[in-house]
């Protein structure tokens, strides 16, 4: 189960915070919202991971996708971020 809080943390930016477990089912969600956010106005989306306890492969594959200039990844486990990592290392180099 995923729960996620929005959080305005300024007129520039909105803090998404995930706590639970991200899987497929419940990564359409932060997809959804992520989604919402962008095409609402042109603030920075930061996806805060301190409360995720588990990610499958595809939704961090797809997280790592996303990460750019207007969506940050914080707070992540060392775990998770390693798992972020090895998928961002698929595509371009950052």
Do not use: Y
């Amino acid at each position: 189960m995923l729960r996620i809080t929005e959080f305005q943390e300024n007129g520039m930016a909105i803090r998404l915070r995930l706590d639970g477990t991200v899987s497929g089912d419940s990564f359409r969600d932060v997809e959804n919202l992520v989604a919402l956010h962008q095409t609402a106005s042109d603030r920075t989306i930061i996806l805060d991971m301190a409360g995720v306890d588990f990610i499958t492969d595809e939704p961090a594959r797809q997280l790592a996708k996303l990460e750019s200039h207007w969506l940050r990844i914080i707070n992540c486990s060392p775990f998770i971020l390693k798992l972020l990592e090895t998928f961002n290392g698929e595509g371009a180099s950052k």
